[in-house]
Structures are given as C-alpha cells and as structure tokens.
C-alpha cells in the first residue's frame, strides 16, 4: 500500500513518541482490560530498556473505556487529536474495536487490537480497514474449531446455543460455529439469546432444557457465562457448556465455582506450553505482577510488541510510514505464537482447546489453521 500524508498524529518531537491504549480498566469484563495494559507496560518496559523506538523513550497513555463502544470511541478521538499518539492498541472485544476503526482509519493513526477477533474489526464490507491490524485469530476460525471437536471428538450431535446479542463477537461466533456444526451433520436443537450485564438467565436455560441438547454453545464473556453455568445446574442441567475466548479469565472460575467442569473453551494461549518462549515470559511477568500472565496479558504484550517493531522499522514515525511498516510484519516472535500480517491486515495462529476440570483449565489440544 502506499503512503498517504500524514494529517494528524505523527506529532512525536524531541526525544519521547507517545502510545495509545484504550481498554476496559471498569465494567463488566474488567479483567480483559486490566491484563492487557498490565501485558502493554511490560512490553513498552522492555523496549525502553533496548533503547526504545528509534532511540526514543516510548509513553504510555492509557485511557478506560468502562467497557462501553461509545467511550472506546471518544478515547480513541482524544487520544490522537490531544496526546498525539503515533499508535492505538486495542480494544480487546471486538464491539468496540469496531467503535474506534473508523476513527483511526480516518486520521490515518495505525490502531492494532490485541484480541478482537471478528472479521469486520479489520474488514469493511469487501475492503481491507487501512490502518487497523490485529494480531489474533479470527472466529470463524474458532467457530470451525469447536464444531469439529463437537462432531469429531466429543462426538455430539445435538447441541443448543445461547448468544449474546449485545456483543458482535458473540453473534459472529454462535454463527461460524452454527454453519460448520450444521455441514457436520449436527442439529442445533434449540437458539436463545441474551444480553451483556444481565444477571438472570433461567428463562433461556429452561427453554433450552427442554429441548434436551446434548452440549450448550455459549460464545459469551466470563461475567455472564459464569452464572450461566451455575444457573444451569441449579435447573438440574448436567450438560456440558462449550464456548471461545471470551471465557478465558481467572473471574470464571471464581464465580462458577465449578459448575463448569467437564466443559471446553478454544483460545489464544495456554501457560501449559513448555516452550521457553513462553515460560521465560511466564517468568518475566510473574516477576512483576506476583501471578501468572491470563491470555490477555499476553496478547496486549504481543500487540504492543508487534506495534513497536513496526515503529521502529519505519521509515519516519508517521501514521502513514508506520501502517507500511505494520503491513510488512513477517514472522514476528511472539509469545502467543508468530505473527506474519496478511493482506487482510490479520495474522495466521492456531487456537488451542481447553478443558475445565477441577475448576480450573487444563491444555487438551492444539489446532493448526
Ligand atoms: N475475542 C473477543 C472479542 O472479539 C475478546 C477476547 C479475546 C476475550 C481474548 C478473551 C480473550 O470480543
């Protein structure tokens, strides 16, 4: 693609170039937020102690959106006309994600989400955003996932789903897992719906329940699968739940309390590997935080890193020179796996399946794209 120039941003001067990163500190699915900038400090950390970007020390401004797209989009409005950040990471979930592309594309700023994974983040219609990039899978890869392991492995044929139509990544999965279950052979025997924050779910559960499915497809976040999950054993339910990344926060645990045992979720990492790419990792942040790092810790730092490489291979520090940059990103290490940009703007990564036992998450497979 060809540089255009630059209108706004691009406004790094003297010895400092600034960063943007807009997450959900507050709100319903906090902890996405909070791993991701704590995964983003470590990462700016680590350049700054390499010399920076171009032999600039690199700032962090982060600003919480409180989980709302309507905040994700006035942060990321500020932080490129006011701060004059050379780059946005985020957002996490991938409705807002889809608040801020617009507004990057349109002041040619690069935005780089960490964990979004619904294909119209990097895609309007036919056409590639220009200056959004992800580092992620995308859902109708995971979708495929976990309908080939219902099918193939788990060898299930009749199975409900329960979506979140508040939430685009929600309906975006429930609908990728849906066509591939259906080719499959499968039979979704029973749809309901529900919506971010609500707390009550025994309505759908027991309309569900009477359809007697034999898995329960909740492509959700961890605030409301998890009472999800308890509320469906209250009922007497004994089915197992399956779902994506969403899931993936120690919070699920806490609340479910076990009620999610014998179920399985796909993502993006998985602290069993035994790479030492991965356990140095594990060491490096453990060192800092006193816990281990949660999938969206180390996707934030993979985001940030492959942002910084990027800047730092650019032929100015424009937004312009800096999506040429992010555009030419080959192979690029990361600790949730390597990261080669397609013409898509999107990465190519395997997904790995998680099973919850005991309460707690155990590694189960790897699936290659
Ligand atoms: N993939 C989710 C979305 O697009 C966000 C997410 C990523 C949640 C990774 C947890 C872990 O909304």
Known sequence: ??????????????????????????????????????????????????NGIKGKKVMLKTLDDQGKPEEAAVAATRLI??????????????TRSLAMASIADSNHIPMVSSGSTN??????????????????????????????FVTENLKLTKVAILRDVGNDYSMGLAQFFRETFQKRGGEIVAEQSFKSGEQDFKAQLTAIKGKNPEL????GYYAEVSLIARQARELGMKQPLAGGDGWDSAKLYEVAKGALDGSYFSTHYSGDDPSPTVQDFITRYKAIYNTPPDTLAVLGYDAA???????????????????????????FKGVSGNVTIDADHNPIKSAVIMTIEQN????????QP
Not at 128 to 143: E, M
Not at 216 to 219: K, N
Not at 308 to 326: F, K, N, V, Y
Not at 360 to 367: D, E, F, G, L, P
């Open 1 to 50: 693609a060809k540089s255009e120039a630059p209108t706004t941003g691009a406004a790094t001067t003297g010895d400092t170039v600034w960063i943007g990163h807009i997450g959900s500190l507050s709100g319903n699915d906090a902890v996405f937020g909070q791993s991701t900038d704590n995964g983003t400090k470590l990462a700016v950390e680590e350049q700054n102690k390499k």
């Open 81 to 94: 006309t006011q701060d004059k950040v050379s780059v946005l990471l985020g957002e996490v979930a991938s």
């Open 119 to 148: 294909p119209r983040v990097t895609k309007d219609g036919d056409k590639t955003r220009p200056y959004v990039f992800r580092i992620c899978f995308l859902d109708n890869f995971a979708g495929t996932v976990m309908a080939k």
């Open 216 to 219: 329960i497809y909740v492509p």
């Open 305 to 331: 890193k492959v942002a910084m490489d990027a800047m730092d291979r650019a032929t100015e520090l424009s937004g312009p020179a800096i999506r040429d940059a992010l555009e030419k990103t080959k192979d």
């Open 360 to 367: 707690k998450a155990k590694y189960t497979a790897t699936v």
